[in-house]
């Protein structure tokens, strides 16, 4: 960041990587209530305060356009150079450059200043414009189903990461993000990102990932003991409930269902239909349409009206 009259070589004349696009403008003191203030009311509009001796801004600018130009109309930008133009930067007490102003409904709302990363500017466009195309958003989060189904987490995750960056309150994505960390055997960025969802939200992915968590902080840390216990005894339901919940925990879903199915079988009331319950919280942690749940219900349908 350069303090305002701290000047090195000059760049050219025009702005930092001279870019142009419909969205993208040089603006003056002259035209800032049309460029700024007036379109503000209809479109937010980014202001980049920069001057042709600025280092940073020749990393900034060039980001700033080349996202402004990618969010496709959703906001604008225009580009003041302080030294030509210091009656607007003056009274908006622009103190070093690069600073940044976001203004919608001709209000100044948000702003930064310094070269910052791509990833930073992309979230403060998002801030800005609001929520993104319905159509937009639904396609990303069918790319992310779609690599869920062929086994990408990886390609997933990324689409997800994407969606929540359009929209960061959408409950889709943060259950689908919470599954990829789930899937990845990452329990507290699972529980992280379900946290970000309301308590009362549904979504099939998310209670998932809730039911997954309840499993996993209800487990016992070892399985020796109840191993031990079943092979001196197969009929230690207690003995085997423990182990299927050590196995649940551990994200062993269908050796945990096939224990409690056992229970099931040879003594369904049990514990006050412990077994039962236990059970369909991991055909729920597994997700409704996974083989587990299936072939599980399956199993219990034959078993209970047998």
């Known amino acids: 960041m350069n303090l305002i009259g701290d000047k090195p070589a000059p ?3 025009g702005g930092p990587n001279g870019g142009k696009s419909a969205h993208i403008k040089d603006g003056t ?7 700024v203030i007036e379109a503000s009311k209809t479109q937010p509009v980014i202001v980049d305060f920069w001057a042709t001796w600025c280092g940073p801004c020749r990393q900034l600018t060039p980001a700033l356009e080349k996202a ?9 930008l225009v580009k003041i150079d302080v030294d030509k133009n210091p009656g607007y930067s003056g009274q908006l007490r622009v103190q070093s450059i690069p600073t940044v102003y976001a203004f919608v409904n001709g209000q100044p709302v948000d702003g930064f200043q310094g070269a910052v ?3 930073e500017i992309k979230a403060f ?23 869920v189904e062929i086994g990408d987490i990886g390609g997933a995750a990324q689409a997800y990461a994407q969606a929540l960056q359009m929209d960061p309150a959408n409950v889709k994505a943060i259950g689908g993000m919470a599954r990829c960390y789930l899937d990845s055997g990452d329990l507290e960025g699972a529980a992280a990102t379900a946290a970000m969802a309301p308590a009362n939200a549904k979504d099939a992915d998310l ?32 003995a085997r409930f423990e182990l299927a919940k050590a196995l649940a925990g551990a994200g062993h879903l269908q050796a945990a269902a096939d224990h409690l199915l056992t229970i099931i079988e040879r003594d369904r009331t049990w514990n006050d239909e412990a077994a039962r319950k236990q059970l369909l919280t991991v055909f729920e942690a597994a997700g409704a349409m996974s083989e587990v749940a299936k072939a599980g219900r399956k199993r219990l349908s034959s078993i209970l009206f047998s």
Do not use: C, W, Y
């Open 207 to 238: 209670e998932s990932v809730r039911a997954a968590l309840a499993l996993a902080a209800d487990a016992p840390s070892e399985t020796a003991t109840f191993e031990a216990r079943l092979a001196a005894d197969p009929n230690d339901h207690e």
């Open 125 to 147: 466009i998002a801030r800005i414009s609001g929520p993104p195309a319905q159509s937009d958003l639904d396609a990303l989060l069918a790319m992310a189903r779609e690599s």
């Open 11 to 13: 760049i050219q004349a």
């Open 29 to 35: 003191d002259a035209s800032f209530m049309a460029d």
């Open 68 to 76: 402004v130009t990618a969010a496709g109309g959703a906001v604008k």
């Open 117 to 119: 990363p791509e990833s």
